[in-house]
């Protein structure tokens, strides 16, 4: 299999990807099922889900199931509201390295860019 470069070749700019660095693990319209999903990958988190609904049954439960779904809502808030901070300064940072000026050569000439 071979290979083929084009050096300066303005034809065949539009097939290569660019060269921005991304390591966000979401955006606003996947922020909620993807992290939903991740909480639930916690065998910890199934276990007190599969409990919370449980009590939602008022004859199996001598509590109210707000002292379960209460404490569950706050650690996922909790949780989620890290991951977004998390992943904000992931997008700071990386904004911060793609907006960093380089050095390109175009017809031999060295120029910052």
Same mark, same amino acid.
């Given at each position: 299999?071979?290979? %083929?470069?084009?050096?300066?070749?303005?034809?065949?700019?539009?097939?290569?990807?660019?060269?921005?660095?991304?390591?966000?693990?979401?955006?606003?319209?996947? %922020?909620?099922?993807?992290?939903?999903?991740?909480?639930?990958?916690? %065998?910890?988190?199934?276990?007190?889900?599969?409990?919370?609904?449980?009590?939602?049954?008022?004859?199996?439960?001598?509590?109210?199931?707000?002292?379960?779904?209460?404490?569950?809502?706050?650690?996922?808030?909790?949780?989620?509201?890290? $991951?977004?901070?998390?992943?904000?300064?992931?997008?700071?940072?990386?904004?911060?390295?793609? $907006?960093?000026?380089?050095?390109?050569?175009?017809?031999?000439?060295?120029?910052?860019?």
């Amino acid at each position: 299999m071979q290979r %083929f470069v084009y050096i300066n070749d303005e034809s065949c700019r539009d097939s290569y990807r660019d060269n921005r660095v991304s390591n966000t693990k979401y955006t606003l319209w996947n %922020f909620l099922p993807k992290n939903l999903l991740e909480q639930f990958r916690r %065998f910890m988190n199934q276990y007190f889900l599969l409990i919370a609904c449980l009590q939602l049954w008022p004859t199996i439960t001598p509590v109210s199931p707000a002292t379960t779904w209460g404490p569950l809502a706050i650690i996922f808030i909790v949780s989620a509201s890290k $991951e977004a901070w998390d992943d904000y300064n992931r997008y700071l940072s990386d904004k911060k390295v793609n $907006e960093r000026r380089i050095w390109v050569v175009k017809d031999g000439i060295r120029r910052q860019v």
